[in-house]
């Protein structure tokens, strides 16, 4: 860890994930992701209430979501921009603000960098984010205490740290980011230091959680088993450090119903086989908007931990014809761009040269009516305003009219999608215009209104629209948002998380050893169960103690017996925490 510096916190980088959150920043010409106590730069994106009801966030919550399935959330990102709530630890928890408890584990880190709070960040989310999801976003960056720079894309920030790392390289770059829980498919082109978005597209409920689950069902009905839901929090993890096994080996061994079983790679395709087919048509669909085919590619990058997958990568091959890129680590890259994009909105010198162009992801319009027959109109059909994959910021207008002479009174019902009829894409607000819209003498048509739409380098949708007769306007950011928070209840949500204690700086280490103990104490049986547990003990002995000596000398004997577990496990160990 670098030595802080206590003059100021730069801007900071935040790679928001749905299963792991890293932040990141641009120093010295460079971005660099930055690590927490124990050397880990991949922070859980979880969030859970202890025993004692302490919140718990990152490693510490996800060791105790798997002993104690009911004490916490994690993949909520999923869940921004609509109305799902959770219950636990005696309280209701929404999305927007577990996102926030995370973020401010991201400025907690940056903190302990630098000295400082950081006050602004750049924050990504997956292109395919509508307006609901980015805004609840931003908000949740308001209840961290965080001003937020700019939203960018996943796969914009992916390739802008793979153009940064590779300055001298014209090519054309297809982005396959696959996180755990959302998957975009973006393709770029990258030239003279600018890096141009020409086609983007993807799902927001796709990712490597799916995998796990679908790999947790075929072998729940495989040897027609289910676990009790108290131990399902256990299972999924042994199934998760199984797929992780058969990207390095042909075949793995976990228990289940209190014997051992093997999974092949095979038995994990499968598995995955109905994910395939929905990645399948998204890659499809981003060749075609861009006009372009698999051939014309230089280089595939992967990014997120998901698309380490060999079966992922064995799928890019079989449907591109082509061996994707591990230049940048999947993990890293996403918050090593948002750095990067951090040292544009800096005016950095090291990013002088660089010029960033996006899209928009979906095509955005209203609902109009269609006159079928004299007289007689239909409701429900899509008009268009901004096609998907223009490039933004970007401003289009169209002229509508109403539907009677006498009408002054219309219902400006937002949409976004790609089908025909409104029933099939997402509403997205609704904006109510009364007066000025009845006919007027020497206007072609009734009820003229001028309907535009801007869109931003955040993906955030302002909609105005003007009567022509009057030149009346109602200009405004779409407002109704399900599951996105008043000013007031941000406030609020400000004021609850204030008394939360997340992790005292002194007892956050020692906090996340015991946590992580207890999820090994679960895994384990006989000698190895009572190792851990007098090594706990020894080390809980010593906090009791005060003694800051025996604190350290504990807590090194607990730190290495849980390296070799997690060694054991697959996962890379990380350096000891710093001491207390």
């Not at 100021?8 to 299963?19: E, F, V, W």
């Not at 975009?184 to 978005?197: A, Q, S």
């Not at 409920?205 to 108290?230: I, M, S, V």
Request: charged share 25%; with cysteine; aromatic share 6%.
């Amino acid at each position: 860890m670098s030595a802080p510096n206590p003059a100021s916190c730069p801007t900071i980088g935040i790679d928001l994930g749905t299963t792991n959150s890293l932040v990141a920043v641009f120093e010295n010409g460079q971005p660099r992701t930055l690590a927490n106590e124990f050397g880990e730069e991949l922070t859980p994106s979880v969030v859970a209430v202890a025993e004692d009801g302490q919140l718990l966030v990152g490693r510490a919550a996800k060791d105790r979501l798997i002993v104690a399935p009911g004490s916490g959330q994690a993949c909520f990102k999923r869940d921004m921009g609509t109305s799902a709530e959770y219950r636990f630890g005696g309280k209701s928890w929404s999305p927007i603000v577990c996102s926030a408890i995370v973020l401010g584990e991201m400025k907690r880190i940056a903190e302990l960098h630098f000295g400082a709070v950081p006050q602004r960040a750049v924050i990504t989310v997956p292109a395919y984010f509508h307006d609901q999801q980015r805004q609840a976003t931003i908000e949740a960056a308001q209840i961290a205490g965080l001003g937020v720079e700019r939203i960018i894309n996943e796969p914009t920030a992916a390739a802008l740290a793979y153009g940064y790392s590779n300055p001298e390289r014209e090519m054309r770059i297809l982005v396959f980011d696959l996180g755990g829980g959302t998957f975009d498919v973006t393709l770029l082109e990258i030239f003279e230091g600018v890096v141009e978005v020409q086609a983007s597209t993807g799902e927001s409920r796709l990712g490597g959680e799916d995998y796990t689950d679908a790999l947790c069902l075929w072998l729940e009905n495989r040897h027609q088993w289910q676990p009790q839901p108290a131990a399902r929090g256990a299972w999924r993890q042994r199934v998760e450090v199984a797929k992780r096994q058969l990207s390095a080996s042909e075949s793995a061994s976990l228990y289940l119903n209190d014997g051992l079983v093997q999974v092949t790679r095979e038995d994990f395709r499968e598995a995955t086989a109905a994910i395939h087919a929905r990645l399948r048509p998204v890659v499809a669909r981003c060749l075609r908007d861009a006009g372009l085919q698999a051939v014309a590619l230089d280089d595939i990058l992967l990014v997120g931990g998901a698309s380490r997958m060999l079966v992922v990568r064995d799928f890019i091959q079989d449907e591109l014809k082509r061996i994707s890129s591990l230049k940048i680590d999947p993990d890293r890259v996403v918050a090593l761009g948002a750095a990067v994009q951090a040292g544009l909105c800096a005016s950095d010198s090291a990013v002088a040269d660089i010029v960033l162009t996006d899209v928009c992801p979906h095509t955005l319009g209203i609902e109009m009516s269609k006159e079928l027959a004299y007289g007689q109109s239909e409701p429900g059909y899509f008009a268009p305003i901004i096609d998907r994959n223009t490039t933004v910021p970007v401003s289009r207008s169209k002229l509508f009219h109403t539907l009677h002479p006498q009408q002054d009174h219309i219902e400006v019902r937002v949409f976004q999608g790609e089908a025909r009829l409104t029933r099939d894409n997402q509403k997205i607000g609704e904006i109510s215009i009364t007066g000025g819209l009845r006919h007027q003498p020497g206007l072609h048509r009734p009820g003229e209104v001028d309907i535009r739409f801007s869109y931003d380098m955040n993906g955030i949708l302002e909609v105005e629209v003007t009567a022509l007769a009057t030149g009346k306007k109602q200009s405004h950011v779409i407002e109704q948002r399900p599951g996105c928070l008043s000013q007031r209840e941000i406030q609020a949500a400000i004021a609850r998380l204030q008394p939360l204690k997340l992790h005292p700086r002194d007892l956050l280490p020692n906090r996340a050893r015991l946590e992580r103990a207890g999820r090994v104490y679960a895994e384990l049986v006989g000698p190895a169960r009572e190792h851990l547990n007098a090594v706990t003990d020894q080390f809980e002995a010593a906090l009791e103690s005060r003694d800051s000596l025996a604190i350290k000398q504990a807590a090194a004997v607990l730190d290495s017996f849980l390296r070799g577990f997690f060694e054991h496990e697959g996962e890379a160990p990380a350096e000891p925490p710093a001491s207390p």
